[in-house]
């Protein structure tokens, strides 16, 4: 059964930079069918994209959050990571590892998160 | 920005049928996926391709995509449906995998 577990700091100051590290157990991230994401969910309110990378390091960015976003990927540990620079409150969520699978079929295209992690709160304050 | 609206919340008895709706320009165009979130846990997926369950997903979840609105029906709707319902879809012009804005369902 595959697993995502993040791991990182709770708590951030402001004007710093976010760091999470997702770790996949029970299969392997450099698999040619799945791409590997972050989404965030701020307290109380919805889910939102960050980014996703493939396991040969193509990523794919949520242009409203690209400038200061980096997400990598190391193979060799079977992890992904997210960096999230300049971070103020608004950054404050719970920040999701998921497994996305991708395919297109007519032209159009199909993803859908299958995996999740458990999630990790971050707070953003000094 | 690509956005989808959902109602914020939709209250069903047991045993009935809940609709939740998913709107966005020209959705019908695009495959939408939908999530289930409860409390404290992370989202599962309940629907993909617009129509399709993955294993272990029961019967009584399906969804339907057409014109600018996808729907997820919730059918014979048990009390362990009560949580968060979130629909996705990939918005090729922004480049954005786009969550539409929720929906909480009450099981009274």
């Known amino acids: 059964q595959l697993q995502l577990q993040e791991s990182g700091p709770g708590l951030v100051k402001p004007s710093e930079t976010l760091s999470l590290t997702c770790t996949v157990s029970?299969?392997?991230?450099?698999?040619?069918?799945?791409?590997w994401g972050w989404i965030r969910q701020p307290p109380g309110k919805g889910l939102e994209w960050i980014g996703n990378?493939?396991?040969?390091?193509?990523?794919y960015y949520k242009p409203s959050l690209k400038s200061r976003v980096t997400i990598s990927v190391d193979t060799s540990k079977n992890q992904f990571s997210l960096k999230l620079s300049s971070v103020t409150a608004a950054d404050t969520a719970v920040y999701f590892c998921?497994?996305?699978?991708?395919?297109?079929?007519?032209?159009?295209?199909?993803?859908?998160?299958?995996?999740w992690g458990q999630g990790t709160l971050v707070t953003v304050s000094s | 920005s690509y956005d989808l609206t959902q109602p914020r919340s939709v209250s069903v008895s047991p045993g009935q049928t809940a609709s939740i709706t998913c709107s966005g320009d020209?959705?019908?165009?695009?495959?939408v996926c939908w999530y289930q979130q409860k409390p404290g846990q992370s989202p599962v997926l309940v629907i993909y391709?617009?129509?399709k369950r993955p294993s272990g997903i029961p019967e009584r979840f399906s969804g339907s995509n057409f014109g600018s609105t996808a729907t997820l029906t919730i059918s014979g709707t048990q009390p362990m449906d009560e949580a968060d319902y979130y629909c996705q879809a990939w918005d090729t012009s922004t480049a954005t995998y786009v969550f539409g804005t929720g929906t909480k369902v009450t099981v009274l």
């Open positions: 998921a497994r996305m699978y991708k395919k297109v079929i007519g032209g159009v295209e199909r993803a859908e998160f299958d995996y």
């Open positions: 391709q617009d129509t």
């Open positions: 029970g299969g392997s991230i450099s698999s040619s069918t799945y791409y």
């Open positions: 990378i493939y396991y040969s390091e193509t990523t």
């Open positions: 020209n959705l019908g165009n695009k495959y």
